[in-house]
């Protein structure tokens, strides 16, 4: 066995390109000299669409968590009222950052595994009786597996509300819809080592002019995550205020060639399938799925382990198969294993993983497993072809 060929099917960070590999590798430049300007701006508007965005894409060197972060810090005073929507352990981060801040979180709480739903907000921006800064809401909930209907919730923020939508989308960005004008988005942040197909390192964020203008007034003491900064680094330059990670950026661009190449939409409708495909296989292996097919994400998908046999899936499909995937988060851990399908991932790839949780399966035991969620993939790919 070629045990030094490692599989990634973790929801961040998922397999890298070999061109886009090739692209960061590629002479570094300095980032005060004349070619860093016309990289930053190529990929800052060429990420735009893929964001939904009428704005340049901003660009932070750090991880996902500093676009959150970052998203809190230009918006939340000391004192202000925002409510956090809680999914899942990302939506519980959000809060938390939100807290460092200062701010009176209100938090609604749905069980995971869960969406919160159009009506799970209005009712409860009805119950509150005081003005609302912020509502803060998870794109895809990384920890459970689902995706919220962002469209909708954005809607009943600006009915209910004159408060700023600020959505994470760091572990769907670049495999799903959005567009921030229409569906009410005023802050969208992402992280770069998810559907973006690049090493973990890059924080993304975009955002209104609405949002803009908040951000210009926001007192809160920052630094190196003070967009004001990089507002005025990029329309005078287009620049960054602090060293940039110069070879991500380099990845970046060629990562939008790559959606370019396949077209954006293309790029949606392969997610959509890799995710039925992982789901209809489950289906075969009496494993129950923690979400429901109308709540799904189409980049990671939550199994959950029933039995002492089903959870050493995850370190057996490891140490045997050179297959990585993930397991549960917060409440969860312990209780379900994650397998992320976003990015750089191919059908063939989703038939690769199921057949090693066949075989770690038969290892444990558990027989008359093997070919069934492999053949009940290949007929969800063969009918979307």
Known sequence: MLMDQQCLFTPGPTPIPERVKHAMNQPMIAHRGSAFPMLLENVSTR?????????????????GTSAL??????????????????????????ASICEAFGANVHRLNIEWGKTCCHDDLENFLNSINTKIKAVFATYCETSTGIVNPIRDLGFV??????????????SCIGAVPMDMERWNVDILVAGSQKALMLPPGLAFIAFSERAKKVIGMCSTKRFYLDLNRYIASYEKEKSTPFTPAVSLIFGAQEVCKMIEDEGFENVIKRHHLL????????????LPLLTCDDDASSTITSVITNNEKTKQ???GLEKKYGITIAGGQGKLKGEIIRIGHMGYCT????LKVLSGIEMTMHDLGITNLLG??????????IHAL
């Open 47 to 63: 990420l735009a669409p893929v964001f939904g965005s009428k704005n340049p894409v901003y660009l932070i060197s750090g991880s």
């Open 69 to 94: 972060e970052t998203a809190a810090a230009n918006v939340i005073e000391e004192n202000d009222n925002v409510v956090v929507i809680v999914t899942g352990a990302f939506g519980e981060r959000f």
């Open 157 to 170: 923020t600006k009915q209910k509300t004159e408060a700023l939508f600020i959505v994470d989308g760091v």
């Open 275 to 286: 995710k039925n495909m992982v789901r209809a296989g489950f289906t075969t292996l009496d």
């Open 372 to 381: 069934k969620a492999t053949s009940k993939a290949k007929e969800v790919w």
């Open 313 to 315: 899936i995850k370190s």
């Open 347 to 350: 059908p063939f790839d989703i």
